[in-house]
């Protein structure tokens, strides 16, 4: 591929408004439009809470909102956003180190324009295909996604929060370790797509009103801060209350099965 194109990373404002000064691996440093320049998380280390913050992000993604279907796609980046066009036209002249023209590399050769990638999928949370010393499933919002993770989104749009909550319980934690892969060192975990299926998740339609607002309300508290490690996770009070919660809306006593759980 040629992610040199497409992932860049701020340095500074432009001198325009509404534009954003940026530069990539391949050293180019220039000013593009911000409406052409989406927030995009490539590592699980930029997730440090519960819910990714795109202003956080090392990263944009070269995505200009350019419709698709338009007859001429480069007249309509041309004359919608000069500056991403500039941007284009010298990828254009750029080639791959085997010598391919990056317009004819085959994971954009056959794109109607091959800088541009389209709408993407709406994703709700995200999952990281290596767990080490943090259990966390973030939740995403106006942000895009690297291809280092799996990622996922709610049938029910209503239920988005409350599932996520859910997934973010140390009993969904349970089903990571247990369905997850240590096949890397010092044990690190490996979590695919077939092991992700495989975990079982809470309903959350089968969880009672009260029940589901006690769950968000914690869950909330829980947005606040930073994801510690694992063994320091366990002893915070606002990770017992968000369990607690989601034990009492199984009907489980949280005084009995928390000492176990933990």
Known sequence: GINDFFYLEPVGSGEKPGTLRVKNSRAWVGEIEEACLRPVIKSPKEAKSMVVDPASLKYRLFLPPIDPKADDLEVELRMAYPLAYQYVRWGAQQRTSQGQPWPNVPSVGGRKA???????????FLISRFIDRRFFIPALRQTEIADTFFVGE????ENINLLIALMNSTLYYFEIELKGRVNLGEGLLTFYGPDIKSTLVINPEHISHNSKANILKTYKALQKRKIKNISEEMKQ?????????????LGLDPERYLPRIY
């Not at 091959?114 to 709700?124: E, F, T």
């Not at 709610?154 to 749009?157: L, P, R």
């Open 114 to 124: 091959w800088w541009l990638l389209g709408l993407l999928p709406r994703v709700d």
């Open 154 to 157: 709610s049938i029910n749009e």
């Open 237 to 249: 009070e606002d990770r017992k209350a968000l369990d607690a919660a989601v034990l009492e809306a």
